[in-house]
Protein backbone atom coordinates (compact mmCIF):
# COMPACT_ATOMS: atom_id res chain seq x y z
CA UNK A 1 0.00 0.00 0.00
CA UNK A 2 1.39 3.74 -0.69
CA UNK A 3 2.35 5.81 2.16
CA UNK A 4 1.72 9.33 2.29
CA UNK A 5 4.94 11.32 2.12
CA UNK A 6 5.57 12.50 5.64
CA UNK A 7 8.26 15.49 6.99
CA UNK A 8 9.56 13.36 9.80
CA UNK A 9 13.53 13.22 10.20
CA UNK A 10 13.66 9.77 8.74
CA UNK A 11 14.24 9.48 5.11
CA UNK A 12 12.91 6.79 3.17
CA UNK A 13 14.67 5.03 0.22
CA UNK A 14 12.23 6.68 -2.52
CA UNK A 15 12.00 10.11 -0.97
CA UNK A 16 16.24 10.24 -1.14
CA UNK A 17 16.01 8.59 -4.56
CA UNK A 18 13.88 11.16 -5.34
CA UNK A 19 15.89 14.35 -3.76
CA UNK A 20 19.09 12.72 -5.93
CA UNK A 21 17.15 13.11 -8.92
CA UNK A 22 16.49 16.76 -7.64
CA UNK A 23 19.80 17.21 -7.38
CA UNK A 24 21.26 15.95 -11.02
CA UNK A 25 18.70 18.11 -12.77
CA UNK A 26 19.91 21.32 -10.47
CA UNK A 27 23.30 20.46 -10.73
CA UNK A 28 22.73 20.16 -14.79
CA UNK A 29 20.73 22.94 -15.13
CA UNK A 30 21.53 25.42 -12.71
CA UNK A 31 25.18 25.91 -12.59
CA UNK A 32 25.20 29.08 -10.82
CA UNK A 33 22.08 28.10 -8.16
CA UNK A 34 24.17 25.03 -7.43
CA UNK A 35 27.39 26.80 -6.28
CA UNK A 36 24.67 27.98 -4.23
CA UNK A 37 23.37 25.14 -2.30
CA UNK A 38 26.41 23.51 -2.43
CA UNK A 39 27.07 25.17 0.76
CA UNK A 40 23.98 24.20 2.70
CA UNK A 41 23.74 21.57 5.57
CA UNK A 42 21.56 17.87 3.46
CA UNK A 43 18.42 18.75 4.59
CA UNK A 44 18.63 22.70 3.24
CA UNK A 45 20.35 21.26 0.32
CA UNK A 46 17.60 18.61 -0.79
CA UNK A 47 14.77 20.87 -0.14
CA UNK A 48 15.98 23.58 -2.22
CA UNK A 49 17.00 20.89 -5.19
CA UNK A 50 13.18 20.14 -5.08
CA UNK A 51 12.35 23.35 -5.55
CA UNK A 52 14.54 24.49 -8.32
CA UNK A 53 13.40 20.89 -9.85
CA UNK A 54 9.75 22.19 -9.67
CA UNK A 55 10.40 25.33 -11.13
CA UNK A 56 12.50 24.33 -13.66
CA UNK A 57 9.86 22.35 -15.01
CA UNK A 58 7.93 24.83 -15.12
CA UNK A 59 10.24 27.81 -17.10
CA UNK A 60 11.13 24.81 -19.34
CA UNK A 61 7.18 24.50 -20.86
CA UNK A 62 7.44 28.36 -20.96
CA UNK A 63 10.61 28.05 -22.48
CA UNK A 64 9.63 24.84 -24.87
CA UNK A 65 8.68 24.10 -28.33
CA UNK A 66 5.22 23.59 -28.10
CA UNK A 67 2.08 26.24 -29.44
CA UNK A 68 0.55 28.35 -27.00
CA UNK A 69 -2.55 26.30 -26.11
CA UNK A 70 -0.09 22.90 -25.79
CA UNK A 71 1.48 25.06 -22.71
CA UNK A 72 -1.27 26.33 -21.05
CA UNK A 73 -2.64 23.07 -21.02
CA UNK A 74 1.02 21.32 -19.67
CA UNK A 75 1.29 24.48 -17.15
CA UNK A 76 -2.55 23.72 -15.59
CA UNK A 77 -1.41 20.26 -15.30
CA UNK A 78 1.63 21.18 -13.02
CA UNK A 79 -0.62 23.19 -11.29
CA UNK A 80 -2.78 20.33 -10.55
CA UNK A 81 0.88 18.17 -9.13
CA UNK A 82 1.21 21.72 -6.85
CA UNK A 83 -2.21 21.26 -5.59
CA UNK A 84 -2.02 17.34 -4.87
CA UNK A 85 1.49 18.19 -3.01
CA UNK A 86 0.00 21.03 -1.18
CA UNK A 87 -3.11 19.24 -0.09
CA UNK A 88 -0.72 15.74 1.36
CA UNK A 89 -1.87 13.46 -1.84
CA UNK A 90 1.75 12.50 -3.09
CA UNK A 91 2.68 9.41 -2.28
CA UNK A 92 6.31 8.54 -1.53
CA UNK A 93 6.23 5.62 -4.42
CA UNK A 94 4.50 8.18 -6.71
CA UNK A 95 6.16 8.05 -10.05
CA UNK A 96 6.74 11.79 -10.19
CA UNK A 97 10.57 12.20 -8.06
CA UNK A 98 10.17 16.00 -8.67
CA UNK A 99 6.61 15.73 -6.71
CA UNK A 100 7.54 13.21 -4.14
CA UNK A 101 10.80 15.63 -3.08
CA UNK A 102 8.91 18.78 -3.04
CA UNK A 103 6.05 17.19 -0.92
CA UNK A 104 8.95 15.55 1.68
CA UNK A 105 10.56 19.22 1.56
CA UNK A 106 7.08 21.45 2.16
CA UNK A 107 5.98 19.29 5.56
CA UNK A 108 10.13 19.70 6.64
CA UNK A 109 9.83 23.07 6.24
CA UNK A 110 7.65 26.32 6.18
CA UNK A 111 7.80 26.26 2.32
CA UNK A 112 5.13 29.23 0.98
CA UNK A 113 4.11 27.17 -2.37
CA UNK A 114 1.84 29.90 -3.40
CA UNK A 115 4.77 31.26 -4.58
CA UNK A 116 5.13 28.28 -7.13
CA UNK A 117 1.58 29.49 -8.14
CA UNK A 118 3.17 32.89 -8.60
CA UNK A 119 5.72 30.96 -10.77
CA UNK A 120 3.30 29.58 -12.89
CA UNK A 121 1.29 32.53 -13.21
CA UNK A 122 4.77 34.65 -14.86
CA UNK A 123 5.38 31.82 -17.03
CA UNK A 124 1.88 32.43 -18.55
CA UNK A 125 2.70 36.46 -18.62
CA UNK A 126 5.28 34.64 -21.35
CA UNK A 127 3.22 32.32 -23.08
CA UNK A 128 1.04 35.37 -23.61
CA UNK A 129 3.74 37.65 -25.06
CA UNK A 130 3.10 39.93 -22.26
CA UNK A 131 4.92 43.13 -22.89
CA UNK A 132 6.03 45.80 -20.27
CA UNK A 133 5.17 49.55 -20.56
CA UNK A 134 7.18 50.57 -16.99
CA UNK A 135 9.07 49.36 -14.88
CA UNK A 136 6.41 48.65 -12.46
CA UNK A 137 4.56 46.41 -15.20
CA UNK A 138 7.98 44.53 -15.36
CA UNK A 139 8.34 44.37 -11.29
CA UNK A 140 4.91 42.32 -11.22
CA UNK A 141 6.39 39.52 -13.79
CA UNK A 142 9.66 39.82 -12.44
CA UNK A 143 7.83 39.63 -8.50
CA UNK A 144 6.32 36.00 -10.06
CA UNK A 145 9.45 35.01 -11.78
CA UNK A 146 12.06 35.64 -9.59
CA UNK A 147 10.45 37.73 -6.43
CA UNK A 148 8.37 33.88 -5.08
CA UNK A 149 11.88 32.24 -5.85
CA UNK A 150 13.32 34.15 -3.01
CA UNK A 151 10.24 34.33 -0.68
CA UNK A 152 10.28 30.53 -1.43
CA UNK A 153 13.88 29.75 -0.67
CA UNK A 154 13.29 31.92 2.74
CA UNK A 155 11.05 29.03 4.11
CA UNK A 156 14.36 26.77 3.93
CA UNK A 157 16.48 28.80 5.04
CA UNK A 158 14.68 30.61 8.01
CA UNK A 159 15.83 33.77 10.39
CA UNK A 160 18.10 33.99 13.22
CA UNK A 161 16.03 34.31 16.12
CA UNK A 162 16.22 38.09 17.58
CA UNK A 163 17.42 39.37 13.95
CA UNK A 164 16.83 42.84 13.42
CA UNK A 165 14.71 43.96 10.64
CA UNK A 166 13.81 40.19 10.37
CA UNK A 167 10.16 41.32 9.96
CA UNK A 168 10.97 42.57 6.83
CA UNK A 169 13.12 39.54 5.88
CA UNK A 170 10.68 38.44 2.66
CA UNK A 171 10.67 41.83 1.45
CA UNK A 172 14.42 41.66 1.37
CA UNK A 173 14.16 37.76 -0.57
CA UNK A 174 11.30 39.54 -2.86
CA UNK A 175 13.72 42.53 -3.69
CA UNK A 176 17.16 39.94 -4.15
CA UNK A 177 15.17 38.07 -6.92
CA UNK A 178 14.12 41.35 -8.98
CA UNK A 179 17.27 42.35 -8.98
CA UNK A 180 18.91 38.65 -9.88
CA UNK A 181 15.82 38.69 -12.64
CA UNK A 182 16.72 42.42 -14.04
CA UNK A 183 20.48 41.00 -14.31
CA UNK A 184 19.18 37.90 -16.40
CA UNK A 185 16.89 40.00 -18.42
CA UNK A 186 19.52 42.05 -19.18
CA UNK A 187 22.24 39.24 -20.22
CA UNK A 188 19.75 37.29 -22.28
CA UNK A 189 18.38 40.63 -23.95
CA UNK A 190 19.00 39.22 -27.60
CA UNK A 191 18.56 35.32 -27.23
CA UNK A 192 15.16 36.94 -25.88
CA UNK A 193 14.58 38.86 -28.69
CA UNK A 194 15.39 36.14 -30.87
CA UNK A 195 12.42 33.79 -29.10
CA UNK A 196 9.65 37.11 -30.07
CA UNK A 197 10.37 37.90 -26.41
CA UNK A 198 11.23 41.77 -24.95
CA UNK A 199 11.13 42.15 -21.51
CA UNK A 200 12.90 45.88 -20.85
CA UNK A 201 10.58 48.62 -20.45
CA UNK A 202 8.88 50.39 -23.77
CA UNK A 203 9.01 53.86 -21.70
CA UNK A 204 12.81 52.69 -20.94
CA UNK A 205 13.62 51.89 -24.34
CA UNK A 206 11.69 54.99 -25.42
CA UNK A 207 13.70 57.02 -23.56
CA UNK A 208 17.20 56.10 -25.24
CA UNK A 209 15.96 56.00 -28.64
CA UNK A 210 16.03 51.73 -28.60
CA UNK A 211 14.24 49.22 -30.64
CA UNK A 212 11.53 46.81 -28.73
CA UNK A 213 13.70 44.29 -29.87
CA UNK A 214 17.87 43.80 -30.42
CA UNK A 215 18.56 40.85 -33.12
CA UNK A 216 21.64 41.63 -34.47
CA UNK A 217 25.10 41.71 -32.72
CA UNK A 218 25.14 45.84 -32.87
CA UNK A 219 23.14 48.24 -31.50
CA UNK A 220 20.95 50.54 -34.48
CA UNK A 221 23.36 53.31 -34.20
CA UNK A 222 20.85 55.75 -33.44
CA UNK A 223 20.37 53.95 -30.25
CA UNK A 224 21.71 54.92 -26.95
CA UNK A 225 22.18 51.04 -25.76
CA UNK A 226 24.92 51.79 -23.88
CA UNK A 227 22.89 54.68 -21.57
CA UNK A 228 19.88 52.00 -21.67
CA UNK A 229 22.09 49.56 -19.65
CA UNK A 230 23.69 51.43 -17.34
CA UNK A 231 20.27 53.14 -16.73
CA UNK A 232 19.40 49.15 -15.68
CA UNK A 233 22.50 48.30 -13.97
CA UNK A 234 21.58 51.66 -12.24
CA UNK A 235 18.30 49.87 -11.03
CA UNK A 236 19.37 46.49 -10.44
CA UNK A 237 22.40 47.97 -8.25
CA UNK A 238 19.60 49.14 -5.88
CA UNK A 239 17.92 46.38 -5.66
CA UNK A 240 20.45 44.54 -5.15
CA UNK A 241 21.73 46.56 -2.20
CA UNK A 242 18.49 46.42 -0.12
CA UNK A 243 17.99 42.44 -0.93
CA UNK A 244 21.56 41.93 0.31
CA UNK A 245 20.42 43.25 3.39
CA UNK A 246 18.82 39.81 4.21
CA UNK A 247 22.26 37.96 4.75
CA UNK A 248 22.60 39.15 8.44
CA UNK A 249 19.36 37.80 9.00
CA UNK A 250 20.52 34.01 7.97
CA UNK A 251 22.30 31.25 9.49
CA UNK A 252 25.82 31.24 8.49
CA UNK A 253 25.45 28.18 6.07
CA UNK A 254 22.03 29.71 4.88
CA UNK A 255 23.49 33.27 4.38
CA UNK A 256 26.73 31.69 2.68
CA UNK A 257 24.59 30.45 -0.11
CA UNK A 258 22.23 33.27 -0.55
CA UNK A 259 25.64 35.38 -1.35
CA UNK A 260 27.38 32.85 -3.38
CA UNK A 261 23.72 32.38 -5.90
CA UNK A 262 23.34 36.30 -5.45
CA UNK A 263 27.29 37.63 -5.53
CA UNK A 264 27.72 35.91 -8.73
CA UNK A 265 24.84 37.93 -10.69
CA UNK A 266 26.09 40.82 -8.55
CA UNK A 267 29.72 40.24 -10.48
CA UNK A 268 27.78 39.20 -13.83
CA UNK A 269 26.06 42.27 -13.03
CA UNK A 270 29.46 44.20 -13.09
CA UNK A 271 30.80 42.38 -16.09
CA UNK A 272 27.69 43.67 -18.39
CA UNK A 273 27.97 47.36 -16.88
CA UNK A 274 31.80 47.40 -18.12
CA UNK A 275 30.71 46.36 -21.42
CA UNK A 276 27.30 46.47 -22.38
CA UNK A 277 27.88 45.31 -25.91
CA UNK A 278 28.72 42.73 -24.94
CA UNK A 279 25.37 40.99 -24.33
CA UNK A 280 24.79 41.59 -27.79
CA UNK A 281 27.89 39.60 -29.36
CA UNK A 282 26.71 36.19 -27.02
CA UNK A 283 25.95 34.98 -23.04
CA UNK A 284 27.91 36.70 -20.93
CA UNK A 285 29.58 34.61 -18.00
CA UNK A 286 31.97 34.60 -15.16
CA UNK A 287 34.67 31.78 -15.02
CA UNK A 288 34.46 29.01 -12.63
CA UNK A 289 37.41 30.15 -10.57
CA UNK A 290 35.54 33.78 -10.16
CA UNK A 291 32.52 31.53 -8.95
CA UNK A 292 34.18 29.78 -6.76
CA UNK A 293 35.86 32.74 -5.03
CA UNK A 294 32.34 34.35 -4.24
CA UNK A 295 31.61 30.86 -2.77
CA UNK A 296 34.42 30.77 -0.52
CA UNK A 297 33.84 34.67 0.35
CA UNK A 298 30.19 34.15 1.15
CA UNK A 299 31.42 30.51 3.35
CA UNK A 300 33.60 32.88 5.30
CA UNK A 301 30.37 35.55 5.82
CA UNK A 302 32.72 38.65 4.36
CA UNK A 303 29.05 39.82 2.74
CA UNK A 304 26.88 39.35 5.58
CA UNK A 305 29.28 41.32 7.82
CA UNK A 306 29.58 44.18 5.66
CA UNK A 307 25.91 44.34 4.86
CA UNK A 308 25.64 44.43 8.63
CA UNK A 309 28.29 46.83 9.19
CA UNK A 310 26.54 48.86 6.51
CA UNK A 311 23.04 49.01 7.45
CA UNK A 312 23.86 49.94 11.24
CA UNK A 313 25.23 53.05 10.16
CA UNK A 314 21.79 53.52 8.07
CA UNK A 315 22.31 53.13 3.65
CA UNK A 316 25.64 54.69 2.63
CA UNK A 317 26.12 52.62 -0.62
CA UNK A 318 26.30 49.36 -1.85
CA UNK A 319 27.58 46.07 -1.56
CA UNK A 320 30.81 45.82 -3.33
Same mark, same amino acid.
Given at each position: MSRTVNGSGHVSAPVLAAYRYCEAVTGVQARNF????? +????? *? @???????? !???? %??? =?????? +????? *? @???????? !???? %??? =?????EDDTDPVAVALAHAARRFPIPLDGLDELIDGVLMDVSGERYETWDDLKVYCRCVAGAIGRLSLGVFGTLPGARDAERAAEYADTLGLALQLTNILRDVREDAASGRGYLPAEDLAKFGCPPAFLTSVAPPEADFTGLVHFEVRRARALFATGFRLLPMLDRRSGACVAAMAGIYRRLLERIARDPAAVLRGRVSLPGHEKAYVAVRGLAGMDARLVARQHARGPRGELR
Open positions: AYGIR +LLPTE *K @RHAMSALY !AFSR %RVD =DIGDGP +LDAAA *K @RARLTDTR !AVLD %RIR =DGRIA
